[in-house]
């Protein structure tokens, strides 16, 4: 099944971000690489696809996982949380339907 991973950022995370983010994309490679990736990205805090120094408010991730435990566990150990870029990560159950 599919999960939702909703993360949120602390305030003024960018600078921990960008140092950490070789970290957390290699876990999602590897999501990737296994087909259990849906999709993933971050959330900026402008409407703008750079948001530059504005930065971003937290990251969205689906994906495939065998029980809402287990992607529990996965968000657990993102290291944007262990870094605390992550203020919190929230994990619910998906059901894709479109497209």
């Known amino acids: 099944m599919f999960y939702v991973i909703y993360s ?3 305030p003024n995370s960018l600078a921990k971000r960008r140092e ?3 970290l ?3 876990r999602l490679e590897a999501l990737n690489a296994e087909g259990r990736l849906l999709l993933a990205g971050p ?4 409407d703008a696809d750079d948001p530059a120094d504005a ?3 937290g990251s969205l991730v689906v994906a495939e996982f065998p029980s809402l435990e287990s992607a529990q566990q996965w968000a657990a150990e993102d290291p944007y949380l262990a870094h605390q870029v992550y203020r919190s990560s ?3 159950p998906f059901k894709k339907v479109l497209p």
Not at 43 to 46: F, K, S, V
């Open 8 to 10: 949120e950022d602390q």
């Open 20 to 22: 950490v983010r070789p």
């Open 24 to 26: 957390h994309l290699a």
């Open 43 to 46: 959330l900026p805090a402008i």
């Open 55 to 57: 930065g971003f408010t």
């Open 90 to 92: 929230t994990v619910k």
